[in-house]
């Protein structure tokens, strides 16, 4: 039973939408210290779980993969200090007027940024994951329950006693602000409190967060799939399409915003070097129509050869998982009409679909990656762990004057 | 079966993308035109709705209100003409750069505003309720599939031709972006399409938006009930108090901005003077807990007296459905603490809790107030259906440079 922790953390909430930018850097700094201050535990618990999940590997129960991302180095740990101690230097999200409008004299209208509240994440066995989320939450003033993967529950749990430690020596800082649970159940539960949590992200394979999509009213951030596209235009140039494909397929292939389906102009002159190219470097290419919607997670890509700029975005807007899509081309005017018919949350011009990240898009770190409009979209970084509140501010206005005509708005942006 | 029209919808949609704001406002021009042109038509289908919805009014299967509502005469037509006229002169809320940020040489990030796409929107039988969303649509270059309360179906149906007409004169705009469906099951079909719709906008009684909210896996932007809160605090004038609790309460009772418990500090002196003034002016007071999550649409309200400001936040913030809620008070202090601390769409101090309405926020008119936190926020008006996605422009730059450390990333905003 998650009630209590839940309740809690509602209480904490809001604590922090009037918390102090200065409250918030002391804590982001006191767990950077209390981290560095306690590694030796942190290796240690992290041992234990390596232990137990080498017997999953050996069993096949989880890949090579998984057990390397659950496992911390002095490397890892130094990245993780340097990752919160990076987030002091972001700016504040929260409590920004975005824009002050008088609607009447001494009738002032502002429309701010505020923490979104209550926010539960569901995450990998990724112990670089709970420090990461903990910094960007601590931040922007959002409470947080945090579910890590299994396989990494002694590491999680020792961070989070660390945590709390640490919160607990910043004056004024509410630590039940973070919440760590852990079971199955825990997750079944938190997602039917749609009257306190404000928000899910569930980073992780896309049977979680469908699973989440489809048990909860609480809305969610992030997407079940990632099925990105490039299209090489008649103008593109050879070296650049090569290049740039081979990137966004094989800098990292199990990422979301790696490429799935490459689109290639009917008259782009060198199609056969890019299949050498591609060959070469160990890719594989399909052309077959039934791998449209495929998300490979491997290097391997489907390859379409398409009429004209028009056939493309169709067929992106039909497949596309609108995470992010790339044009490659020397003609502006396609570029422009690409970039704004394709209904993606990143659309690219002569780039690698790989570049669609919070980090290198300069927001510090990520939550998570949306594909949903009516969220926050794109990358997700502090920015997008605020909303808006409207504050209006009077000196005794009444709408029935307003209504019958004796005043009148004058509605003027200041 | 609507999918028809919903697949016709769907290409709409990606050709409003790149409209250019003046075809869009010739439409809007267009529209006004042909409905002027045309008012005796709407008249007359409009007599048929009324007949129709007379017999309903003796049965009681409706309400008088409901029934003012439908009725359309020269005022409220003139009012409908230059609603639509109104929004020609609003700002296109698409396309606009919201910043730009060089990534590194030559690598330019820009996060820019885009139409949310479709939208399904469900609402009572109002019929200058679809001249005004489509008229919203057209310039936010949204599609919206449209369907109205019953009891004005052919009102809506005249309303529905003459803006099709009206759109089919003017040079590239896709005349199916504006769509009307009939009947119940429609509703249920639209709620089914998750692939294609991308926000539900319903409008009426707290039991239809409930039922979409538990029927969709759709965005739904909304509110389902309007608990809205006025607290008095120690240091509020009676003058002040007595005015904003009586226009809160009685400028339009049924109305979802309209106060339903007032808060009193323990040391405010006019509560007897306060519940006189109420009282004389029809309005029934209620001083019981069990009223406190009650949403009366009528002239009644709960009263409860409160400790001080933290109880009275905290009662909000439980009791709330984070619509609108209104501190009056002389301290400064404590209006920014209520206003930071109380979770609600709108926060409001000194001033009516009925001016939150996107018309009075100058929006221009609005389609609906949202208090769902990961949506567009309180009164949503035209900037409130447009989201936005980010464009990357390189010139061929691929990811493992950066992540082998031949290139560095240098985030300048622009």
Known sequence: MIKDIILSANEAKIKLFSLDTNVKNEALLKISEEIEANKEKIFEANKKDLENSKVLLEENKITKATYNR??????KMRDMIKGVKDVIKLDDPSNKVLWTRELDENLILKKVTSPIGLIGVIFEARPD????????????????ILKGGKEADNTNKIFFEIIQNALSKVKDFPKNAVNLVFSHEDIKEMLSYDDYIDLIIPRGSNKLVQFIQNNTKIPVLGHASGICHIFADESAEKDVVNSIVLDSKTQYPSACNSVETVLVH???????????????????????????????SDTILTLKVVENLDEAINHINKYSSHHTDSIITNNKENAEKFMLMVDSSCVFHNTSTRFSDGFRFGFGAEVGISTNKALARGPVGLEGLCVYKYKLFGEGQIVDDYAKGRKEFHHKDL
């Open 266 to 296: 009917k008259n782009y002159k060198y199609l056969d070097e890019l299949k050498k190219y591609l060959t070469e470097n160990g890719v594989k290419i399909i052309e077959n129509p039934d791998t449209y919607s495929k998300e490979y």
């Open 70 to 75: 659950l496992k911390l180095d002095e490397n």
């Open 129 to 144: 994951v709970i420090t990461q989320i903990t910094a960007l939450a601590v931040k922007s003033g959002n409470a947080v």
